[in-house]
Structure formats: C-alpha cells, structure tokens
C-alpha cells in the first residue's frame, strides 16, 4: 500500500478530485472506462458537430442544478472567455414545455401561462394551488410519495402539468411509486416564486444583481472535463482510459489491491486511497470478498434509468428557436429535444444543424435494445407529425447509450442505500463521490464539489498527518 489515490471513473466528480490533487501535489491514478473523459457531461465529436448528452447548462439558480459558487469560479478561472454567460432575466436562455399542443414558456411566464391553459384551466390551477395550501403533508419523510408532495405543494393542476407527467417519462414509474426526496426539483415550478418574480421589480432588481448567469463552455459542456485532463497531461500525469477495475481485494476494514483491466492487460494498484464515482452497483459488486447477501440484494435493488440519445444532423442552418422543449405527454415517445447550436455557436457549422431526441428506458427493455435504424424510425414518425423536422431533412444520424444516467428514488430507496453505505463505511481508504458514485440526484456542480471535498480531505489528512495510512507507509 502506497501514499496514492486512485480515482475511478473521469466524470466531473473525479476529474475535479484530480485537480485538486494535482495542485497540492498529491499522486494519483484516474481510471475510465471509457475512451473519453465527461462522463455524463462529455461532448461527443461528430465531424465537425461537437454535441452533448442532451441540454447540459451550469444554473445560476442554486435550488434547479445545485449551484456551487466554488466549482463556478473554478471553471470560470480555467475556461476564461471560452465560458459563454446567459442572462436567465433577459431570457436568453429559452425552454419550452408543450402539452396537448400548447406551448409554455419556461421558467413559467404567467401572461404565456394564462393564454395557453385557457381561463378554465387557469382558475383550475389557481383553486387546486390555493386548496393545497391547507393540505400540506406537515413532516415528508420517506414514506411519503413524490405525487403526495407535489401536488401538496402545487396542487393537482400544476403538479401535472409541469411536474408528473414527465417524471414518470423519466423514471419510469408511477409517481405514486416514487420518493418525496425527489421534491427539490418542485421548488423550481413553485408558483409562488413565479408571481414574485413577475409582480415584484424590487426582487428582480436585487437577484440580476447577485445571481451569476446561466453558462456554458463554447466548445461544449465536455470542455470542462477535457481541459483538466489536459491540466493533468501538461504536468506529466495520466488519466487511463479504456480501463476498468475487475476485483477490489479488502482485508481489515482497508482496500489493499485494485486490479484493472487496461486495454487486454491486468494491472494492480495498491493505492492508500480510493476515490470511486462509478456507479455503485458496479463497486459493490467488485469486492473480493464479496459483501453480505443483504448489502448485495440491497444494492442490486437500487435502479439507474437509462438515456437515448438520437442525434439527427439537419439540412437546415437551425431548426428550433428555444435551447430544448420537453414533451410530457405519453403520446410522444421521446421525453425532450434539444438543438446544441443554441447552446453554443462553436459546436456546429454555420450551414446545419443538429437535433438531440432524449429518450429514457431501461437497461435491456425494448427501447433500450433497438438498433440505431429503429430508433430513428420511432422518432422520425413523431417529428414530421409536430412539424419539427422533415426526413429529407436528415442527412445522418446516431445514438448515444448511457445505462447509468439517472439515480431511481422508488420508496424505500433510502433504506437500501443506507444499507449499502454502511457497509462501504467500513471501509477506511474509500470514498464514494458523484451521482452514480453516490446514487444520489445530482447536477455537475454538485459532483464536482463531492469529488474536490473528498480530495481535500485526503489533502488535509495528510498535512497534520493524522492518518494511519500514511502513518504505516512511513513506519511500515
Ligand atoms: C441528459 C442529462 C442532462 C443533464 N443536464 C445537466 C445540466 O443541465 N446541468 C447539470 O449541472 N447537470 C446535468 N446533468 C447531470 C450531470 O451530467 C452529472 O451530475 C455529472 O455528469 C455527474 O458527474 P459524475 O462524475 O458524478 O458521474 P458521471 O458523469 O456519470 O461519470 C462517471 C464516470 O465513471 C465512468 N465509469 C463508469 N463505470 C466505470 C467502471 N466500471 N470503470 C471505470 N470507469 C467507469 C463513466 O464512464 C464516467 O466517465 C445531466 C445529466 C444527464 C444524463
């Protein structure tokens, strides 16, 4: 066992507990299985097309995408003028919902509101909102569902409009069957803050002063990812990729041996830490000895859904005039669209366009096992019928697959995942950082702390060391 860190998986949260090792000179390893750095955040290069996995912006709003204003001065220092600002006031940044039809600007603008409800269906939102207020559950636990809270806090007309029926797009279940964790998201459709927002100017006035806009990297939001393992190069170092481990030996509460698979070879690692941001199914089912039957079960019962992304290159120098538009309705089988050229000049040619179609499924159903022609067929069919894209129009295409995209919060996940953390806390060289790495519903800034915190701490032990590792490599 060495004084080292090994740091699996290069998304943002262990590409930013690199660069925080780096710049105090601690040694480290980064091991990705993939044959690019990004993670869910990564830019796919595509002729002369840089393009994301589905709509990926850094939020002003702390309680939409977790905003870090650490993890922001960090990229913003980094990228420099290759981070374009958007003014959220100015709406610059544009989202749409449409439903039945009908299209709601969002964040939601109650003049656009109120035209596209009709006056039925707004006094309908109105009087469900105000008779909810007096039916709030008072103390949400885990017990409580998604549904309950949601509409608790909306009320039922809101609730559906904007928030159910695409949750159940996205996760795949009832929201009935869901978690009340996943209630944060509700705060960005409160309407409370909407009127706010739109009647009080002393309000505006004092948020366009203290928010930081809306960003994104000109080159794509991969861009982040991309430079600190340039960051890392220049200064000798490595980030291995195609790599995967395939056994985690532990004894006596301490990871002593990682074996990794790079390229045909096996190589072992004896690090003094490990920093692990893949998803925790695979973790957990890597050690040797293999956890008790109960923290197996437990862990193989926690979900991810999975994320299509079909990427249609257009015939067109642009084909939609907001950043992305979801679609709650059932009828339509994808969940969103996007158009990268929105989000930055730079990731397109001037003359075409192209069109993220998100779909979520998942691992091993259906949708998830048709071929690229397939999907396209599934998606072409309802674009034509809203008049979106034409298949004339398509000059190519391609899908992206990504099986651990979004953490399932069913009830009762928490029990199962305190089952699985409490055993891995046995562990006293490990610690689970990011979204998969934790299961936990996070955005990039988020990930990106959780991975520089636990580089920090690692930095901090060392210093007064105070830790037994060091201590035993010192004094073997
Ligand atoms: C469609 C979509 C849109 C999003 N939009 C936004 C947004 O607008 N704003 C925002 O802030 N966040 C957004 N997010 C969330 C953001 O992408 C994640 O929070 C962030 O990428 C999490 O970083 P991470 O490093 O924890 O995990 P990941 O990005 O999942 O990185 C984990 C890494 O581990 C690697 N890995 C997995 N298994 C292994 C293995 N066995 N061995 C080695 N390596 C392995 C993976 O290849 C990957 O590179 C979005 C996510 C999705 C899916």
Not at 99 to 104: K, L, T
Request: with cysteine; proline share 5%; net charge negative.
């Amino acid at each position: 066992m060495d004084d080292s860190v090994l740091i699996l998986g290069a998304g943002p949260a262990g590409m930013s507990a690199a660069s925080r090792l780096l710049s105090s000179n601690v040694r480290f390893s980064v091991i990705e299985r993939s044959d690019v750095v990004g993670g869910l955040a990564k830019t796919i290069p595509f002729g002369p097309f840089s393009l994301d996995i589905g709509p990926h912006i850094l939020c002003t709003r702390p309680y939409v995408y977790d905003y870090n204003e650490r993890m922001y001065q960090f990229i913003k220092e980094m990228l420099g003028d290759r981070l374009i600002l958007y003014e959220p006031l100015n709406r610059k940044y544009l989202e749409s919902v449409r439903v039945d039809g009908d299209e709601f600007i969002y964040p939601i603008q109650i003049k656009n509101a109120l035209q596209n409800a009709g006056l039925g269906h707004a006094l309908r939102i109105a009087y469900d909102y105000v008779r909810s207020r007096f039916q709030s559950p008072s103390n949400p636990d885990d017990g409580i569902s998604f549904e309950q809270i949601t509409t608790a806090q909306l009320g039922r007309s809101l609730a559906d409009l904007f928030i159910l029926k695409y949750s159940e797009k996205i996760w795949g279940l009832k929201c009935s069957a869901l978690s009340s964790d996943l209630a944060w998201r509700v705060g960005e459709f409160s309407l409370m803050s909407v009127l706010i927002e739109q009647f009080s100017n002393l309000w505006k006035d004092a948020r366009s002063q203290s928010g930081h806009p809306v960003c994104y990297p000109a080159q794509g939001i991969g861009l982040i990812c991309e430079q600190i393992k340039e960051k890392i190069e220049n200064a000798g170092g490595k980030v291995t990729l195609n790599a995967c481990p395939v056994r985690i030996l532990h004894d006596n509460g301490y990871i002593y041996e990682v074996v990794v698979r790079e390229d045909d070879t096996l190589r072992s690692y004896h690090p003094g830490y490990v920093l692990s941001s893949i998803p925790i199914n695979s973790l957990v089912r890597l050690l040797d000895p293999e956890p008790p039957a109960e923290v197996i079960e437990s862990v193989m019962s926690l979900r991810h859904r999975s994320h299509l992304c079909l990427y249609l290159i257009v015939n067109r120098d642009r084909v939609l005039r907001e950043h992305c538009i979801y679609y709650p309705d059932p009828e339509i089988p994808f969940a969103r669209i996007m158009e990268q050229k929105n989000y930055s000049g730079d990731t397109c040619p001037d003359d075409l366009a192209s069109l993220a179609v998100e779909f979520f499924c998942w691992h091993g159903d259906d949708l998830w096992n048709k071929d690229d022609p397939g999907l396209f067929r599934i998606a072409i069919a309802t674009l034509q019928e809203l008049g979106i894209v034409r298949e004339d129009e398509v000059l190519d295409y391609f899908v992206n697959r990504e099986q651990y995209a979004y953490p399932v919060y069913d009830i009762g996940y928490a029990n199962r995942l305190r089952t699985v953390t409490a055993y891995l806390e046995d562990l006293k060289n490990l610690k689970l950082i990011g979204r998969s790495g934790t299961f936990t519903y996070m955005g990039q800034y988020r990930a990106m702390e959780a991975g520089s915190n636990a580089a920090d701490e690692i930095i901090q032990r060392r210093l007064v060391n105070e830790d037994p590792l060091i201590q035993e490599v010192v004094r073997p």
